[in-house]
């Protein structure tokens, strides 16, 4: 056994096995240094169960990445089926894969075979190393990064019956997965990101289940002036807040064909100068007396706010609700 993982598992510290990840990050890095192939596994360690010989797989054992590692048969489907990446350079499965009865998994077959994306099959563990010991179902794709897409200022004026989201600031990869899931399946039609958002990054793929691949995403150098110029071509701006307030639920306007809802930072919100610019606020009111918990997580609040937002336009709100923003 490795002296360090003994020390560690035989310490009586039981808070000593946090460093384990740590040990793992020194040994890759070392071994990047000695490896004279260009290899990109991602950062950090997933969830997914190291075993002994996963333990003793070197970086010098792996395929060249080109670009980054996709890994999950759906995101992977969605990826290729979109075609938004520059480039699609290999796939790695286990060898399982060519046996599944999964029809995705044949139709990612199917789509390598049409564009000449050479197929390579490997160990599992060479698979959970590329992928960083994430859950990747037997496939991961090594394809050109996710770039945000381009946005032309002038389709805020010719675009209507639009549902836009603007994310401020959502750092966690995972809740801005969930978030891109939920603007997906919701119906927004193109998806805003500030600039300390987190990345387009394939955790973030598979945390969307693929929606990434699919939705319209860009990225704001400004996200004060974005809504500002929306509000001066008549967008109706909604933002989000966690206060309780007891005005009276009020709807949308006839005239709100065009919306931009606004999510903010996991732990700030949306910053002061932005909620001025608010035409209303979404709030969604707790149901437990004298709630300790004052607020739902940013990706479950989006879910929460565009479903009911879609409903109809004219909609009441009866537990969460919509405030016209000089109510505050």
């Known amino acids: 056994m490795n002296p360090h993982l003994k020390r560690i598992f035989l310490s009586p510290f039981p ?7 740590f040990l793992f990050k020194r040994r890759n890095s070392t071994f990047n240094q000695n490896n004279e192939k260009s290899i990109h596994i991602l950062p950090g360690l997933g ?18 990445v080109k670009g980054e590692i996709l890994f999950g048969i759906h995101p992977i489907y969605l990826s290729l089926l979109s075609a938004k990446r520059k480039g699609y350079f290999n796939l790695h499965v286990s060898p399982r894969f060519f046996q599944s009865e999964n029809p995705t998994c044949q139709k990612i077959n199917e789509i390598c075979e ?6 390579f099959s490997h160990h599992k563990a060479v698979l959970s190393q ?12 090594d394809a050109a ?10 389709t805020a004026n010719t675009t209507e019956n639009a549902v836009w989201l603007l ?8 809740n801005l997965g969930a978030i891109l899931r939920s603007a997906y399946y919701l119906g927004v039609n193109r998806v805003f990101l500030s600039n300390q958002s987190a990345s387009l990054s394939p955790v973030v793929c598979k945390a969307s289940a693929g929606a990434l691949e699919l939705l319209s995403i860009c990225k704001l150098n400004s996200d004060f002036e974005f809504v500002s110029t929306l509000k001066e071509r008549g967008w109706t701006i909604i933002g989000t807040s966690s206060e309780n307030h007891t005005t009276q ?3 949308l306007p006839p005239s709100a064909t065009r919306r931009l809802i606004v999510m903010g930072n996991e732990g700030s919100g949306i910053p002061e100068r932005i909620r001025e610019k608010c035409d209303y606020f979404f709030n969604i009111r707790h149901s437990v007396k004298d709630c300790l918990i004052d607020s739902l997580n940013v ?21 969460p609700v919509l405030l016209p923003a000089a109510a505050e």
């Open 47 to 64: 969830k997914g169960k190291m075993k002994r010989h996963q333990l003793r797989t070197r970086n010098q054992d792996l395929p060249e």
């Open 114 to 119: 049409q564009r000449s994306i050479s197929i």
């Open 15 to 21: 808070s000593r096995v946090l460093s384990l990840p």
């Open 167 to 174: 994310l401020h600031q959502v750092q966690d990869p995972m």
């Open 145 to 154: 990064r996710r770039e945000p897409d381009k946005f032309d200022p002038e």
């Open 299 to 319: 990706s479950v609040a989006t879910a929460i706010t565009l479903a009911h937002l879609s409903l109809t336009q004219h909609c009441f709100f009866s537990s």
């Open 130 to 141: 590329l992928c960083a010991y994430r859950q990747h179902q037997g496939v991961c794709l």
């Open 249 to 251: 639920v009020t709807s």
